[in-house]
Nanobody, 124 residues
Framework: QVQLVESGGGLVQPGGSLRLSCAASGGTLDYYNIGWFRQAPGKEREGVSYINSIDGSTYYADSVKGRFTISRDTAKNTVYLQMNSLKSEDTAVYYC?????????????????WGQGTQVTVSS
């Protein structure tokens, strides 16, 4: 069974950048969507981005489109989320997870093998 571990979070100033990593073990990420979600205190869990391991297609939430980029390193069995032009509204715990390929919406209950999360704080 695939296990996921997120890393790369931290404190960054508005306008700065971070790269999050989602490292998989116990299996490959082939034949899944690999997604990033985030959750701020008191807020609903929000789907941020995912990548389809078969065709490489990607999805981005409108709130991050043009600022975040998801990518995959197959050799390292790792998915990345490059976050640029960070805003205070991006502050949250970021999680990665996997879903079957055939999904219509980035719905959290369709994803599993959740990692432990990594904290991103955007503040001056």
């Amino acid at each position: 069974q695939v296990q996921l571990v997120e890393s790369g979070g931290g404190l960054v100033q508005p306008g700065g950048s971070l790269r999050l990593s989602c490292a998989a073990s116990g299996g490959t990420l082939d034949y899944y969507n690999i997604g990033w979600f985030r959750q701020a205190p008191g807020k609903e869990r929000e789907g941020v981005s995912y990548i389809n391991s078969i065709d490489g297609s990607t999805y981005y939430a409108d709130s991050v489109k043009g600022r975040f980029t998801i990518s995959r390193d197959t050799a390292k069995n790792t998915v990345y989320l490059q976050m640029n032009s960070l805003k205070s509204e991006d502050t949250a715990v970021y999680y990665c997870a996997i879903s079957p390929l055939s999904i219509q919406y980035m719905q959290a209950d369709l994803f599993g093998s959740w990692g432990q999360g990594t904290q991103v704080t955007v503040s001056s």
